[in-house]
Protein backbone atom coordinates (compact mmCIF):
# COMPACT_ATOMS: atom_id res chain seq x y z
CA UNK A 1 0.00 0.00 0.00
CA UNK A 2 1.19 2.97 -1.03
CA UNK A 3 2.21 6.11 1.50
CA UNK A 4 0.10 9.69 0.13
CA UNK A 5 3.43 12.49 0.44
CA UNK A 6 0.83 14.98 0.44
CA UNK A 7 0.91 16.12 4.21
CA UNK A 8 5.03 15.97 3.56
CA UNK A 9 5.23 18.74 0.58
CA UNK A 10 2.13 20.80 2.42
CA UNK A 11 4.60 21.54 5.42
CA UNK A 12 7.73 22.07 3.52
CA UNK A 13 5.49 24.48 1.26
CA UNK A 14 3.96 26.31 4.70
CA UNK A 15 6.70 28.50 5.22
CA UNK A 16 7.49 29.22 1.51
CA UNK A 17 6.07 32.57 -0.06
CA UNK A 18 3.59 31.46 -2.72
CA UNK A 19 5.19 32.21 -6.41
CA UNK A 20 2.98 34.06 -8.88
CA UNK A 21 3.40 34.33 -12.14
CA UNK A 22 5.42 36.80 -13.73
CA UNK A 23 2.08 38.31 -15.82
CA UNK A 24 -0.02 38.23 -13.13
CA UNK A 25 -1.74 41.68 -11.70
CA UNK A 26 -0.03 41.29 -8.70
CA UNK A 27 3.72 41.35 -9.72
CA UNK A 28 5.43 41.19 -12.76
CA UNK A 29 4.78 43.75 -16.01
CA UNK A 30 1.37 44.76 -14.66
CA UNK A 31 2.76 46.13 -11.90
CA UNK A 32 5.78 47.86 -13.95
CA UNK A 33 3.55 49.31 -16.40
CA UNK A 34 1.66 50.83 -12.76
CA UNK A 35 4.89 52.54 -11.28
CA UNK A 36 5.85 53.86 -14.96
CA UNK A 37 2.63 55.39 -15.34
CA UNK A 38 2.80 56.87 -11.67
CA UNK A 39 5.80 58.21 -12.22
CA UNK A 40 4.96 60.07 -15.49
CA UNK A 41 1.64 61.62 -13.92
CA UNK A 42 4.16 63.12 -10.76
CA UNK A 43 6.59 64.39 -13.55
CA UNK A 44 3.73 65.97 -15.74
CA UNK A 45 2.17 67.74 -12.04
CA UNK A 46 6.21 68.68 -11.57
CA UNK A 47 6.28 70.24 -14.82
CA UNK A 48 3.54 71.89 -14.50
CA UNK A 49 4.65 73.79 -10.74
CA UNK A 50 8.58 74.42 -11.97
CA UNK A 51 7.59 75.31 -16.12
CA UNK A 52 11.03 73.17 -16.72
CA UNK A 53 10.33 73.98 -20.48
CA UNK A 54 10.37 77.48 -20.22
CA UNK A 55 13.84 79.37 -20.23
CA UNK A 56 16.08 79.71 -16.74
CA UNK A 57 15.21 82.87 -15.12
CA UNK A 58 17.85 85.44 -16.07
CA UNK A 59 17.92 86.02 -11.79
CA UNK A 60 18.91 82.72 -11.56
CA UNK A 61 22.31 82.16 -10.65
CA UNK A 62 24.26 79.97 -13.10
CA UNK A 63 25.15 76.46 -12.08
CA UNK A 64 28.46 75.66 -10.34
CA UNK A 65 30.38 72.99 -9.20
CA UNK A 66 30.19 72.52 -5.01
CA UNK A 67 32.50 75.08 -2.87
CA UNK A 68 35.02 72.50 -1.66
CA UNK A 69 35.99 72.80 2.53
CA UNK A 70 37.62 75.30 3.22
CA UNK A 71 41.55 74.33 3.28
CA UNK A 72 44.31 75.54 6.01
CA UNK A 73 45.80 78.64 5.87
CA UNK A 74 49.00 76.89 5.37
CA UNK A 75 50.84 78.55 8.19
CA UNK A 76 53.75 75.75 8.46
CA UNK A 77 54.60 77.44 4.49
CA UNK A 78 55.45 80.11 6.97
CA UNK A 79 57.73 78.92 9.42
CA UNK A 80 61.38 77.56 9.61
CA UNK A 81 62.66 75.19 8.20
CA UNK A 82 60.16 75.31 5.70
CA UNK A 83 60.79 79.25 4.42
CA UNK A 84 64.78 78.34 4.11
CA UNK A 85 63.72 75.41 1.79
CA UNK A 86 61.78 77.60 -0.21
CA UNK A 87 64.73 79.85 -0.41
CA UNK A 88 67.01 77.25 -1.64
CA UNK A 89 64.38 76.28 -4.50
CA UNK A 90 63.22 79.74 -5.63
CA UNK A 91 66.89 80.83 -5.99
CA UNK A 92 68.16 77.70 -7.20
CA UNK A 93 66.02 76.42 -9.61
CA UNK A 94 62.98 79.06 -10.27
CA UNK A 95 64.76 82.28 -10.68
CA UNK A 96 67.48 81.11 -13.09
CA UNK A 97 64.57 78.83 -15.00
CA UNK A 98 62.68 82.02 -15.31
CA UNK A 99 65.45 84.51 -16.23
CA UNK A 100 66.79 81.92 -19.21
CA UNK A 101 63.38 81.22 -20.86
CA UNK A 102 61.90 85.05 -20.70
CA UNK A 103 65.18 87.53 -20.14
CA UNK A 104 62.10 89.14 -18.07
CA UNK A 105 62.89 92.81 -18.08
CA UNK A 106 61.59 94.53 -14.40
CA UNK A 107 60.46 98.66 -14.73
CA UNK A 108 59.70 100.49 -11.61
CA UNK A 109 61.44 98.00 -9.17
CA UNK A 110 61.85 100.69 -6.82
CA UNK A 111 58.46 100.48 -5.71
CA UNK A 112 59.08 97.16 -4.26
CA UNK A 113 62.96 97.53 -2.94
CA UNK A 114 62.61 97.78 0.54
CA UNK A 115 58.77 98.45 1.60
CA UNK A 116 58.19 99.98 4.85
CA UNK A 117 55.06 98.41 5.70
CA UNK A 118 52.93 95.61 4.78
CA UNK A 119 51.35 95.88 0.98
CA UNK A 120 48.85 94.55 -1.35
CA UNK A 121 50.63 93.57 -4.64
CA UNK A 122 47.79 93.89 -7.72
CA UNK A 123 48.55 92.46 -11.29
CA UNK A 124 46.94 91.44 -14.37
CA UNK A 125 46.81 87.65 -14.58
CA UNK A 126 47.86 85.85 -18.01
CA UNK A 127 48.69 82.45 -17.02
CA UNK A 128 50.34 80.46 -14.23
CA UNK A 129 53.97 81.98 -14.97
CA UNK A 130 52.56 85.14 -13.60
CA UNK A 131 53.30 84.08 -10.32
CA UNK A 132 57.14 82.54 -10.27
CA UNK A 133 58.02 85.86 -12.90
CA UNK A 134 56.57 88.35 -10.44
CA UNK A 135 58.14 87.23 -7.15
CA UNK A 136 61.30 87.14 -9.39
CA UNK A 137 60.61 91.01 -10.06
CA UNK A 138 60.90 91.21 -6.05
CA UNK A 139 64.00 92.11 -4.23
CA UNK A 140 64.70 89.25 -2.15
CA UNK A 141 63.48 91.40 1.05
CA UNK A 142 60.57 91.79 -0.52
CA UNK A 143 59.83 88.53 -1.99
CA UNK A 144 60.84 86.58 1.37
CA UNK A 145 57.89 88.61 3.35
CA UNK A 146 55.24 88.05 0.70
CA UNK A 147 52.56 85.56 0.28
CA UNK A 148 50.97 84.61 -2.79
CA UNK A 149 46.86 84.28 -3.18
CA UNK A 150 45.99 81.30 -4.95
CA UNK A 151 42.17 80.48 -6.08
CA UNK A 152 40.80 77.57 -2.86
CA UNK A 153 38.69 76.15 -5.73
CA UNK A 154 41.64 75.59 -7.70
CA UNK A 155 45.02 74.53 -6.30
CA UNK A 156 43.70 72.95 -3.55
CA UNK A 157 40.90 70.95 -4.53
CA UNK A 158 43.76 68.07 -4.09
CA UNK A 159 45.96 68.53 -0.99
CA UNK A 160 49.26 67.63 -2.38
CA UNK A 161 48.95 70.01 -4.55
CA UNK A 162 47.87 73.12 -2.48
CA UNK A 163 51.13 71.61 -0.19
CA UNK A 164 53.57 71.56 -3.27
CA UNK A 165 52.55 74.97 -4.08
CA UNK A 166 52.11 76.43 -0.43
CA UNK A 167 56.30 75.32 -0.20
CA UNK A 168 57.33 76.28 -3.35
CA UNK A 169 55.41 79.99 -3.78
CA UNK A 170 54.17 80.44 0.02
CA UNK A 171 50.51 80.07 -1.27
CA UNK A 172 47.30 80.91 0.84
CA UNK A 173 44.18 79.71 -0.18
CA UNK A 174 41.99 82.42 -1.34
CA UNK A 175 38.32 82.27 -2.21
CA UNK A 176 36.65 83.40 -5.46
CA UNK A 177 33.49 82.38 -4.49
CA UNK A 178 32.93 84.26 -0.64
CA UNK A 179 31.72 87.53 0.05
CA UNK A 180 34.15 90.10 1.77
CA UNK A 181 34.32 88.00 5.00
CA UNK A 182 35.68 84.94 3.22
CA UNK A 183 38.21 87.33 1.20
CA UNK A 184 39.39 89.05 4.66
CA UNK A 185 39.67 85.74 6.97
CA UNK A 186 43.06 85.09 6.06
CA UNK A 187 44.22 88.31 4.30
CA UNK A 188 43.87 90.47 7.01
CA UNK A 189 45.55 88.65 9.50
CA UNK A 190 48.47 87.96 7.03
CA UNK A 191 48.85 91.88 6.16
CA UNK A 192 48.46 92.39 10.06
CA UNK A 193 51.27 89.93 10.61
CA UNK A 194 53.97 91.89 8.12
CA UNK A 195 53.32 90.04 5.15
CA UNK A 196 52.67 90.93 1.73
CA UNK A 197 49.78 90.29 -0.36
CA UNK A 198 49.90 89.13 -3.85
CA UNK A 199 46.54 89.40 -5.52
CA UNK A 200 45.17 88.84 -9.02
CA UNK A 201 41.96 90.63 -8.95
CA UNK A 202 40.43 89.54 -12.16
CA UNK A 203 40.32 86.04 -10.38
CA UNK A 204 40.60 84.24 -13.75
CA UNK A 205 43.58 84.19 -16.58
CA UNK A 206 43.46 86.36 -19.27
CA UNK A 207 43.84 83.76 -22.67
CA UNK A 208 44.71 86.48 -25.08
CA UNK A 209 46.52 88.76 -22.67
CA UNK A 210 44.32 91.70 -22.45
CA UNK A 211 43.36 92.45 -19.14
CA UNK A 212 39.62 91.88 -17.59
CA UNK A 213 37.41 93.89 -14.91
CA UNK A 214 38.75 93.81 -11.55
CA UNK A 215 36.80 92.39 -8.90
CA UNK A 216 35.73 94.39 -5.95
CA UNK A 217 37.71 92.01 -3.53
CA UNK A 218 41.32 93.95 -3.93
CA UNK A 219 39.51 97.77 -3.00
CA UNK A 220 37.78 96.18 0.09
CA UNK A 221 40.65 94.35 1.39
CA UNK A 222 42.52 98.03 0.82
CA UNK A 223 39.63 99.49 2.39
CA UNK A 224 39.23 97.60 5.42
CA UNK A 225 43.19 97.40 6.35
CA UNK A 226 44.32 100.69 5.09
CA UNK A 227 47.13 98.65 3.27
CA UNK A 228 48.85 100.31 0.02
CA UNK A 229 48.12 98.68 -3.29
CA UNK A 230 51.39 98.67 -5.72
CA UNK A 231 50.23 97.81 -9.16
CA UNK A 232 51.66 95.86 -11.17
CA UNK A 233 51.68 94.48 -15.03
CA UNK A 234 52.82 91.74 -16.49
CA UNK A 235 53.19 91.89 -20.38
CA UNK A 236 54.15 88.50 -22.63
CA UNK A 237 53.45 85.86 -19.84
CA UNK A 238 50.60 84.30 -22.17
CA UNK A 239 53.10 83.51 -24.87
CA UNK A 240 55.21 81.27 -21.85
CA UNK A 241 52.31 79.38 -20.89
CA UNK A 242 48.82 79.67 -22.70
CA UNK A 243 45.63 78.46 -21.05
CA UNK A 244 46.09 75.02 -21.52
CA UNK A 245 49.52 74.13 -21.98
CA UNK A 246 51.39 72.11 -19.73
CA UNK A 247 54.85 73.01 -19.99
CA UNK A 248 56.52 76.42 -20.37
CA UNK A 249 57.65 78.44 -23.44
CA UNK A 250 60.27 80.76 -24.13
CA UNK A 251 59.25 83.77 -24.57
CA UNK A 252 60.09 87.67 -23.37
CA UNK A 253 58.15 89.13 -21.06
CA UNK A 254 57.96 92.54 -19.07
CA UNK A 255 57.28 93.84 -15.54
CA UNK A 256 55.97 97.52 -14.63
CA UNK A 257 55.70 98.66 -11.39
CA UNK A 258 53.81 101.25 -10.69
CA UNK A 259 53.65 104.08 -7.69
CA UNK A 260 51.82 102.79 -4.71
CA UNK A 261 47.83 103.23 -3.99
CA UNK A 262 46.11 104.30 -1.04
CA UNK A 263 42.71 104.62 0.12
CA UNK A 264 41.43 108.35 -0.26
CA UNK A 265 39.17 110.05 2.77
CA UNK A 266 35.68 108.75 1.29
CA UNK A 267 36.74 107.04 -1.27
CA UNK A 268 34.66 103.24 -1.74
CA UNK A 269 35.91 100.27 -2.33
CA UNK A 270 34.45 99.98 -5.84
CA UNK A 271 35.76 103.60 -7.16
CA UNK A 272 38.87 102.43 -5.30
CA UNK A 273 38.94 98.88 -7.08
CA UNK A 274 38.67 101.25 -10.53
CA UNK A 275 41.32 103.59 -10.00
CA UNK A 276 43.76 99.78 -9.27
CA UNK A 277 42.83 98.75 -12.15
CA UNK A 278 43.48 101.75 -14.61
CA UNK A 279 46.79 101.94 -13.41
CA UNK A 280 47.62 98.67 -14.33
CA UNK A 281 45.84 99.34 -17.77
CA UNK A 282 48.09 102.41 -17.92
CA UNK A 283 51.08 100.46 -16.97
CA UNK A 284 50.48 98.18 -19.42
CA UNK A 285 49.86 100.70 -22.35
CA UNK A 286 53.65 102.37 -21.35
CA UNK A 287 52.27 105.38 -19.67
CA UNK A 288 55.15 107.49 -17.86
CA UNK A 289 52.77 109.50 -16.15
CA UNK A 290 54.12 110.36 -12.59
CA UNK A 291 50.49 109.62 -11.12
CA UNK A 292 51.48 106.10 -12.29
CA UNK A 293 54.66 105.18 -12.50
CA UNK A 294 56.02 107.96 -10.36
CA UNK A 295 58.46 110.86 -10.93
CA UNK A 296 62.34 110.84 -9.63
CA UNK A 297 61.93 111.75 -6.91
CA UNK A 298 58.91 109.64 -5.58
CA UNK A 299 61.61 107.25 -6.88
CA UNK A 300 64.70 108.15 -5.05
CA UNK A 301 62.19 108.32 -1.77
CA UNK A 302 61.44 104.65 -2.19
CA UNK A 303 64.81 103.88 -2.39
CA UNK A 304 66.72 105.64 0.30
CA UNK A 305 67.86 103.76 3.35
CA UNK A 306 65.43 103.51 5.83
CA UNK A 307 66.21 102.12 9.05
CA UNK A 308 65.59 98.58 10.14
Not at 130 to 140: G, I, V
Not at 248 to 256: D, E, F, M, S, Y
Not at 277 to 293: D, T
Amino acid sequence: MAVSDAPAHAALDAGRRPVSAWYSGRYGVSQLLGAAASLSDDLRVMRRGFRWSRPRPRSWPEASPAIPDRPSNLGWARMEPVRSLRFLIQRGLMMPFTEAMTHLQVEGGEWVEDLDRPAILAANHNSHADTPLLLHALSQRTREKTVVAAAADYWYRRPLLGRVVGLWLNTFPFSRTGGPQAVLSSSHQLLKSGWNLLLYPEGTRSSDGRIGEFKPGVGFLATETRAPVIPMHVRGSHRVMPRGQRFPLPAPVTIRIGKPLEVRRGETSRAFTTRVENAVRQLGAGSEEAAVAGSWIDKWRATAKRPR
